[in-house]
C-alpha cells in the first residue's frame, strides 16, 4: 500500500491519494486546486480511482471534490451532518470567508455515499473505518487504515481538521464546538497505539504518540 499526499491550493489543504498493490486507488479530500496534480499523479502511477473521501465539508477540503469524482466516474463519500456544504459551502464558513467564494457555484459530486461512525469501506485490498469526530465540523470523520510496515502493521488516521502536529481543529466556524471536539479526540485518536501515525488536513503528519506527550492543547485530557 502507498500514501502519498500534497498540499494545494491558498489553504494549504493536505490531499491523499491512497493504494494497493493491484492499482486501485482513492482519493481523500480533493481540495483547492487539487484536481490536475491527482490527475497526472493517477495517470504516471497507472492507478484506478474507486472513491472520493471527504473527512468534512469544509470548503478548503470538498472545493474540488465534484470536478474528481465525475471526471473518474466514483462516489463521493460524506457524513449526511456535512453533505449541504457539498453544494453551499457558505454554511460552513464565517461570513468573512464566505465573501470569497464571489459567486462561484458548487454542486455535488453525481454520486454521493453517506458515511456513518462505525461503518467500514472496503475498495480492493483496502479497508477504511469510519470514525464520526464531530466538534470542527458537525460531520468531521476521520478514515482508519492498517497498512503494513518493516515493524508489522500500522495504524494510519487520514484525520482531517481535527488533530495536528501541536494542535487541534479550529471550532470558531459555524457549528464549531470546543468540548464536543475535545471529546471526539479523546474517544477516537487517544485510544489509539502510539505509533499510531496521524495524516491531518493540514501541516506535517504526526503521531498519537507524540500528540500525547506534548500537544499543549491535549493536556486536560
Not at 472520493?52 to 473518474?72: E, K, S
Request: glycine share 10%; with cysteine; aromatic share 6%.
Amino acid at each position: 500500500m502507498q500514501i502519498v499526499g500534497f498540499p494545494a491550493g491558498m489553504f494549504q489543504t493536505n490531499c491523499y491519494i491512497v493504494s494497493d498493490d493491484s492499482g486501485d486507488c482513492v482519493i481523500v479530500d480533493p481540495g483547492q486546486d487539487s484536481e490536475a496534480q491527482v490527475r497526472q499523479q493517477v495517470s504516471e502511477a497507472g492507478l484506478r480511482p474507486r472513491a472520493v473521501l471527504l473527512t468534512h465539508g469544509h470548503l478548503d477540503h470538498i472545493w474540488n471534490a465534484q470536478q474528481v469524482a465525475d471526471h473518474y466516474g466514483v462516489p463521493a463519500y460524506i457524513h449526511p451532518d456535512d453533505r449541504e456544504m457539498l453544494s453551499d459551502p457558505a454554511k460552513g464558513l464565517s461570513l468573512d470567508l464566505s465573501a470569497m467564494l464571489k459567486g462561484a457555484e458548487f454542486t455535488e459530486p453525481a454520486e454521493v455515499i453517506e458515511v456513518f461512525d462505525g461503518d467500514s469501506l472496503t475498495f480492493g485490498s483496502m479497508v477504511f473505518d469510519v470514525d464520526h469526530v464531530p466538534g470542527h465540523s458537525p460531520g468531521s470523520v476521520s478514515f482508519r487504515i492498517v497498512v503494513e510496515s518493516e515493524q508489522g502493521p500500522r495504524m494510519v488516521v487520514l484525520g482531517g481538521d481535527v488533530l495536528f502536529q501541536d494542535g487541534v481543529g479550529r471550532t470558531d466556524l459555524p457549528a464549531g464546538d470546543t468540548e464536543v471536539l475535545m471529546q471526539s479526540i479523546a474517544k477516537k485518536f487517544l485510544v489509539l497505539d502510539d505509533d499510531a501515525v496521524v495524516l491531518p488536513g493540514h501541516g506535517p503528519s504526526t503521531t498519537v504518540g507524540r500528540e500525547r506527550r506534548s500537544n499543549p492543547f491535549l493536556r486536560d485530557l
